[in-house]
T-cell receptor
Framework: LAKTTQPISMDSYEGQEVNITCSHN???????ITWYQQFPSQGPRFIIQ???TKVTNEVASLFIPADRKSSTLSLPRVSLSDTAVYYC?????????????FGIGTKLQVIP | AAGVIQSPRHLIKEKRETATLKCYPI?????VYWYQQGPGQDPQFLIS???????DKGSIPDRFSAQQFSDYHSELNMSSLELGDSALYFC??????????????FGPGTRLTVT
């Protein structure tokens, strides 16, 4: 099981770009990298997923270097509503079924 | 769009009692996951089902059991409740895709309080 390491917390001012890096040195060939966002007392919400290089959607970008041992979630121009916990997950196929484990997420605090 | 439905949203039980949490996945989703999230903690995977069969098991206590029914809804049964079982319980669903992780859609959670 690939273990992930993220910063425990980050602060950012409104309007800035925020980059959260996740380390996953033991990532396997078939693993995908997925990021979730969670607000207090709510279920996690899918943000973005990637396998390699760069993925972009309407809310974020995900940068994955060639060795895939880390990934960086980029949130452009954050607002106060982006204050949340962000989880980096590395999933794999175990016995033919999906298995995803949440690690310690990054608590992002956006400051006015 | 339809989302994952969980019931009840709040539940208060006493120690040693039993509780049943229900989850209704998004239509056409074939996989259901259960997570437990204690206060200030990260979600812990409990168990998952694919096409009504248990597909993976995480840190689910022996006092807990779960199943997925023919209509794909799932129930988490918890017996001999302990104070430490007080937590938010999330159900998530997904559709098995070519991508290995599969995007999971989480429900609003059931807040269980054991007194």
């Amino acid at each position: 099981l690939a273990k992930t390491t993220q910063p425990i917390s980050m602060d950012s001012y409104e309007g800035q770009e925020v980059n959260i890096t996740c380390s996953h040195n033991n990532i396997a060939t078939n693993d995908y990298i997925t990021w979730y966002q969670q607000f207090p007392s709510q279920g996690p919400r899918f943000i973005i997923q990637g396998y390699k290089t760069k993925v972009t959607n309407e809310v974020a970008s995900l940068f994955i270097p060639a060795d895939r041992k880390s990934s960086t979630l980029s949130l452009p121009r954050v607002s106060l509503s982006d204050t949340a916990v962000y989880y980096c997950l590395v999933g794999f196929l175990s016995g033919g079924y999906q298995k995803v484990t949440f690690g310690i997420g990054t608590k992002l605090q956006v400051i006015p | 769009a339809a989302g994952v439905i969980q019931s009840p949203r709040h539940l208060i039980k006493e120690k040693r009692e039993t509780a049943t949490l229900k989850c209704y996945p998004i239509p056409r989703h074939d996989t259901v996951y259960w997570y437990q999230q204690g206060p200030g903690q990260d979600p812990q995977f409990l168990i998952s089902f694919y096409e009504k069969m248990q597909s993976d098991k995480g840190s689910i206590p022996d006092r807990f059991s779960a199943q997925q029914f023919s209509d794909y809804h799932s129930e988490l049964n918890m017996s001999s409740l302990e104070l430490g079982d007080s937590a938010l319980y999330f159900c998530a669903s997904s559709r098995r895709t070519e991508q290995l992780t599969g995007e999971q859609y989480f429900g609003p959670g059931t807040r269980l309080t054991v007194t």
